[in-house]
């Protein structure tokens, strides 16, 4: 019989703003999107995402549609090393605020279909950021 693997489950929000989506840094340069991991207790998908975009850039947002789902193992310098997060995109849209990114990001830029690519990498990350853009 196999063991249950310990996982996280994490919602990333695809934020379109007059047809540009907004992409972010971490300090590694690696690309990524508001969002994070549902918190224990947390029941509501859509409150959840909206509390970590806010904490993550202050906007607000509406949560729209599921389009994309990719996993990937938390690396060895992480302090969960080897867990694996399953990730949810959402399509969302901006609603109001100003962006102010938190410490765990080191940027952030608004791409359009036109320009995403310059941000190719070999991660899900970018993968969910092609199917955003085809299916839009």
């Known amino acids: 019989m196999n063991k249950d693997q310990p996982f996280y489950v994490g919602q990333k929000a695809f934020i379109n703003k007059n047809g540009e ?4 840094t971490l300090p590694n340069g ?3 999107f ?3 991991k ?3 207790g947390e029941i509501d ?9 806010l904490e993550e850039t202050g906007l607000k947002i509406e949560v729209g549609e599921i389009f994309h789902r990719w996993s990937f193992e938390l690396g060895p310098k992480h302090k969960q090393a080897g867990k694996r997060v399953f990730l949810l995109g959402f399509k969302c849209n ?3 605020g100003e962006i102010k990114i938190s410490e765990e990001h080191k ?6 279909i036109n320009n995403y690519q310059k941000f ?3 991660r899900g990350h970018f993968k969910a950021l092609e199917t955003y853009f085809a299916t839009s």
């Open 21 to 24: 989506v907004l992409i972010l």
């Open 30 to 32: 690696w690309l990524d």
């Open 34 to 36: 508001p969002g994070g």
């Open 38 to 40: 549902i918190q224990e």
């Open 45 to 53: 998908f859509d409150a959840a995402i909206k509390r970590e975009v």
């Open 94 to 96: 901006y609603i109001s």
């Open 107 to 112: 940027g952030y830029k608004w791409v359009n």
């Open 120 to 122: 190719r990498e070999n």
